[in-house]
């Protein structure tokens, strides 16, 4: 069933008829002229052929839905994916740039209108291709008895086999030679830590070994560092490595900021203002002054054998084969050199976009994302992602060529750079945009990468959560198997692998892993985050490797027909249609009102309730019911304009001039989301401008519900001043509450 | 000729054609449905007639606005203000609530829909009705010589005789008795307590005695306070009160901040939090920590006759008929005593609101605005605005029953409460509605009230100023004297009084003194003030005074028919028809692009390169160069934008579905405008955020145009550490930059 619900509800089959008719009508001009014209020509050639059934629109939405499913070809992206990873393309670089203009290619090829790229100057980070980075255990002479190569070696040397591809090496390490004791931190947060401590061992001067798992490389590097770390050593732990090589290492950033670290909150525009130093972002933490390099566990057990020390907590063994002890220092009085040779730069990234400009609103967006840049070659992470949306695009432009389809509203297509950094391409975009975004986008689509094949995973905020669930509905299952057991639809082993709460798939709310943060967290533009994953939803293995290229998406992700890609295009394509199809935006308000009432501010007052008693407390108290009659407000006044926006709905072709009332319906959809961000940001974090949904200051892997609220809430636990700090929370409950009560205002006509 | 610009150029008679009627036909439903009616009936019934004149669209508008215009009636405005000027009618108090009462049902009995009001919590402040505020001049014993009446005796008690109408006060003074020597402080300006300084006179401890005008009264009790002052006395200096008798006294706010103190950037909504406290406002001088009273020139001779020290500099000297003297204290050890009862009150305020719903664009609004709170009855100060406003409200209603016109856009009528006080029911209003403002307010025409028989005045920004123009010559001159010298029209006049540049009549930066500040520089509405002035723009006679009562708006300002007063609500109306019903909007972007490159880019490099050449200045410098650029890439984006506008407009009568293009093209106009707000506010000032005109933080009364630039500059001067000072200037050249940019990007189609 084609998707044209006013928030969503279930709607009886009483609907598949004029009422529905009459809603299509207004919108899909091109089609009607295009059938009218037809159906008229065939009448008057043949007089007895009788009126098309009233149905048809619905049959029609039917048919370009399955036209545009089908046009998508596993072999063109298996085809893409090959295009894209001929070469390691790590941001800045010229081998990134070459995949750029294959990217712009694909896009003008496939018929893409006003393709072109976005160019910002950002600060980046490389190794010294020449000399690799080491590690190296030193006896008491400084004579070495082990240094590590620093590069993998290829597996698939066809494959893997460019110079300086098996570098290893972490973005944004400080460069420097530090030669002394090591300890294990195990996943180096800062529970382990504090465990530490506890535990009687200083890390203070020392190198932390830390394993990767369990959050962002970047705050474990950070944590080392600011617990007195002179160097961090992060290695790949058997235990949460499947499929990795002995010599296998995992590349990433550690940078703890979204966007140009050096030009917050706008755009790096080339020559533009840079209002930060880097003394200044290192002072401030968002770049480490230690050197930290990624080892595999081979290197590892070199040092893990030698550890002194008391044997670890249990929990914290890993799969290495020795006993994992704390340290400090290893045994004979052997000492660790690590040896970090890297350099901030300066350079250019290129973001590549094109459109399908809507018939009837060409200034409402519908965006599909995806970032290019890569650690080594990327063939999961992100080109599996490239490689599905230019196939989507192609076959989208060819559908508009062979149905009478034009999407009504505009899809854009776009290819971030430089995400692997920390979401460069996409964040200086939505620096750029915000205005724009803020008033046109309807939703942003992003699909990073193809991470396994065990199910769709969707995360999504409360609103979408109904059309990410109906869309999946409509997608052919690709795993047959799933197929026998009567699952015919993506929705189907979704549902079983994932289920959640309201009898609907777990959605989570989207965190900071990819291109969709900006979106979300600083312009609030709804957005959907997916792929297929694995049975646990945890990364997918030989994540940032050497070794991810094409052969792994062939011959052990997905079967050579890459039916599994495939299926994620078709998502993908079909989501993207019914947001720039639907006459009345399939965005529900309700449901935010419906979990803000009956979820958050539960959460809120236990956690209220779960603190000691103290009249401090009464003023956050009483803004937690003031907030819950807003949402009760809210709730009231969602569901009646749900009423109101079918009125409109229907009305549409009694009057053309309510074109105009349509479209002010979507607005009030769309600037119902914008109720809820702040455009001050949360306290001390300029950039979290989403006062629900933001990322956590602690793991920046993971989205967080009113974080600035629950920040307070432990600054007040910590607080000697509880007065001031009962009143901060106050405070960021209250602006939740201004918030409920814009999203009431921005569904009402007047004021 | 009815205002149809896009981008407000000349335009030609062959414009008034076929054209021209294609673009009205399509917004002009109820009309051009009602006249096809008529025309067809006449057709039927007589075949001979011919159709209408291609011309009727333009004429049909002339005779709406002719029809508007005549409804406007000086009885009707002239009873509305003996309506409203019945009692004193302070913010907060009964009878100001029994004021919005009257305006409620004049709203009502006009036909404005929705009528209500909107309630704030806010702080205000009242003195001891019972125990009026006192100087007194006492001898060596103590004993008093001189006690002020602190209440001002009635010149028509009819009209001026209410209980307590003469008390003497200050808003937001704190209370207290200050016993101690007076110094004359000239006009309390940072130049004159620096003047003070030089000659010797230091302030601490001192009773500063200051004049009115120059500047904003609670700038000089705050400059005051800093230098020291205990207490301050503020008084009309017969050289700047025209009509003043010898007891008149100013009232008036010495409040520092637009809006709630107590709940900045956010609504004061009943019950919500105030993050805020009375010692936090306090501390950071938005009120004064010092009592303050005004006093009237008789009483202030007592003070001057008996001052002690040297004559004051000769432009210091006023026009009390005593040698001034700079003070400190009184001849023969006299001493000075304020005593001043006062006390802070967080009582409720209400807007009245009340519409035209729009009948082809419910959900744009241009709102048309005044206040309604008065010092004492307040019969020009505001009253005379809001007589007029309820009159307009009355006639644009009377001529959608006569005639067959509606506006195309929402038109609604706001009477906002506790202005006086410091803007704080628009101000309120604007934190709570920013967001639907931000995306549906089309402009804010704001008329406090009638200040003055000699011109209009007009204080707007650059793209408003056109439209302003074209209205005024639509407008039939009320002076009899000026229509015999040929200036037939209320633009004529102006045109004369105040000529400006580019041939058009000077208009000023609209600047903090009222309602209309929130909605420039908060939310970034293009705000057009404008009022009836005399000769030189200056304060008008008796401000703020117990004598501004009705007998002076029928005796004084107008003649008894309210002639005058019922030209400006002419120009109310047609100014609002004009922005309702215009198919694309009068707002005219290229005028911004124009005043940024050739004016504000101009002033900015002069202003640095009249500093000493410094190498830490050639950031802010190259910055200067792009926004230069930038302004250029923008006027060219402007231009072509304009003819995009104008064809979308000429197609409208083809294709209906248009009707939505139509509404983008004036969604780009309204948000180019939007693009100059800074969602985090000024440095320090996180309420003034348009980055072009913000109120000066030094004098609160006036515009300025980057203001956050212009104070980095001046900090940059007095700066010691001249490299982080240089970078600032050029950090917040940047952030123009950016909303150049911006602009630039809304007007086009794609990212």
Redesign the interface.
Known sequence: MPYVGVGMQQRGSSLRSQRMMRAYTALL?GVLVSLFIVGLGKMQADKGVPLPRQESIEEIQDQIGRALQEAIQGENIKANLRALTKEPHQAGTKANERVAKTIEKMYKDAGLQ?VHT?TYDVLLSYPDWDRPNTVSIVNRNGRAVFTSKGVSQPILPDEQGAPHAGHQWLAYSAPGRVDGDVVYAHSGTPNDFERLKKLGIDVTGKIAMMRYGEGFRGDKVAEAQAHGARAAILFSDPAESVWMPPEGVQRGSIMKLNGDPLSP???A?P???K?RTIDEIKADRIIPSIPALPISYETAYQILSRLNGRPVPGEWQGNVNVTYRLGPGLRDGFKTVVDVKSSLETRHIHNV?G?I?GQ????R?VILGNHFDAWVYGSIDPNSGTAILAEVARAMVETTKNTTWKPAR?I?FAAWDAEEYGLLGSTE?VE??V??LG?RAVAYLNMDCFAGNYSLNVNTIPSMRDVAIDVAKRIPNHIEDQVHLGRKTLYDTWARAFPGKDDQPDMQIPGGGSDHAGFLTFAGVPVIDFNMVNATRNSYPLYHTLFETPFLNEHLYDKPDFAMHRTIGRYWAELARTLADSPVLPINVTRIAQEMGSNYVVQLKKALNSLPANPNLL?AK??VD?LEKAAGKFLVRAQSFVEHARHVRDALPEN??D??????VN??IM?TE??FVN???APGA?QNRHVLYSISEKDSYTGKVMAAVYDAIDDYVDATDKKKAG?KV??Q???I??SV??AT??LK???
């Open positions: 001009v006003k976005l909150l706008y755009p525009k020559g533009a203002y209002s976009v459109y400009p009837d609103e060409e200034d967006y505009s854009m975009f750029e945009f205005q724009q008033g003023e009483q803004q003031f053309p001039y074109q105009r009332k349509l479209r002010g607005e009030r600037m914008r109720c455009p001050r940001g300029p009143r106050a405070e409950i209250s602006i509450y201004h009560h814009c205002n921005t006509h007047f004021f």
